[in-house]
T-cell receptor, first 115, second 110 residues
Framework: LAKTTQPISMDSYEGQEVNITCSHN???????ITWYQQFPSQGPRFIIQ???TKVTNEVASLFIPADRKSSTLSLPRVSLSDTAVYYC????????????????FGKGTKLSVKP | EADIYQTPRYLVIGTGKKITLECSQT?????MYWYQQDPGMELHLIHY???????EKGDLSSESTVSRIRTEHFPLTLESARPSHTSQYLC?????????FGPGTRLTVL
């Protein structure tokens, strides 16, 4: 089970780039890194997933160093609507679930974007 | 449109009642999950299924039960609700690119 560590909270202002780093020192060879966003009273929403180097989509970028022991979610030019909790998960995407610990949500990082 | 649905969205009931929370997905995913989340707290996996007739308990002990008779349907049942069951229940299904969550059911047991 690759346990993850993220900052509990972060503050930012509109228009800034926000980088949230997640540590996963025990990541296994078959593990992927996935980030989710959750608004209050809603289910988490998939943001981005990667295995190594850099992945970019229309919402965010994910940077993964060569040793894969950490990853950084980058949100460009955040707006007030990006205020949410962001979760970093590490697991074998071919074998989700249960005590195998493939998809365990930690406390996440509460991002607050101010005007 | 492919999606995952949960009903009801909100439920307030009295202690001792039997309830079933419905979850359906139209994405054809084999894997489905139930999570429990209290406000401002972590999500805890309480049940999961890898396919029809497959159900397993998750990391958080729960008095609820689940069934998976059809691929698209994964209902959760509480035989006798108690105030300690008050929480938000989130259903999810997964493919290789992560999990897709439903809108959740907020349950309040009086």
């Amino acid at each position: 089970l690759a346990k993850t560590t993220q900052p509990i909270s972060m503050d930012s202002y509109e228009g800034q780039e926000v980088n949230i780093t997640c540590s996963h020192n025990n990541i296994a060879t078959n593990d992927y890194i996935t980030w989710y966003q959750q608004f209050p009273s809603q289910g988490p929403r998939f943001i981005i997933q990667g295995y190594k180097t850099k992945v970019t989509n229309e919402v965010a970028s994910l940077f993964i160093p060569a040793d894969r022991k950490s990853s950084t979610l980058s949100l460009p030019r955040v707006s007030l609507s990006d205020t949410a909790v962001y979760y970093c998960l590490v697991g074998d995407i071919s074998n989700y679930g249960g005590s195998q610990g493939n998809l365990i949500f930690g406390k996440g990082t509460k991002l607050s974007v101010k005007p | 449109e492919a999606d995952i649905y949960q009903t009801p969205r909100y439920l307030v009931i009295g202690t001792g009642k039997k309830i079933t929370l419905e979850c359906s997905q139209t994405m054809g995913h084999d894997k489905m999950y139930w999570y429990q989340q209290d406000p401002g707290m972590e999500l805890h996996l309480i049940h999961y299924s890898y396919g029809v007739n497959s159900t397993e308990k998750g990391d958080l002990s729960s008095e609820s039960t689940v069934s998976r008779i059809r691929t698209e349907h994964f209902p959760l049942t509480l035989e006798s609700a108690r105030p300690s069951h008050t929480s938000q229940y989130l259903c999810a299904s997964s493919a290789s690119l992560g999990q897709f969550f439903g809108p959740g059911t907020r349950l309040t047991v009086l």
